[in-house]
Nanobody, 125 residues
Framework: QVQLVESGGGLVQAGGSLRLSCKAS????????MAWFRQAPGKEREFVAT???????????EYVDSVKGRFIIFRDNGDNTVNLRMNSLKPEDTAVYYC???????????????WGQGTQVTVSS
């Protein structure tokens, strides 16, 4: 089992920034690729970003088009965390953001084995 705990959500004005963190515990962190998803009210859970770790190196991250150039995903293996730096936030970024861990990076939620409880991000206009 891997336990994931997100933090860093909150209320921010449009154009502002937030950094989300996800702390992992349990099994070896480097055995997993990590991702962030989000879910807005009345909508399906949406892929946001993923980072791949193989053979001691971080490969190019992947992002959903709507956040490219604004969000950055990065992991700290020494601290067992994956972070999401969110800049130039827009009201449409408002959602509950979830951290996920899986054997291989993917954009489909069902391919991840472990999930955090989520953290709310609200962007006011």
């Amino acid at each position: 089992q891997v336990q994931l705990v997100e933090s860093g959500g909150g209320l921010v004005q449009a154009g502002g920034s937030l950094r989300l963190s996800c702390k992992a515990s349990g099994r070896t962190f480097t055995n997993y690729d990590m991702a962030w998803f989000r879910q807005a009210p009345g909508k399906e859970r949406e892929f946001v970003a993923t980072t791949t770790w193989r053979f001691g190196s971080t490969y190019d991250a992947e992002y959903v088009d709507s956040v490219k150039g604004r969000f950055i995903i990065f992991r700290d293996n020494g601290d067992n965390t994956v972070n999401l730096r969110m800049n130039s936030l827009k009201p449409e970024d408002t959602a509950v953001y979830y951290c996920a861990a899986g054997a291989r990076s993917a954009v489909l939620a069902r391919q991840y084995d472990f999930w955090g409880q989520g953290t709310q991000v609200t962007v006011s206009s």
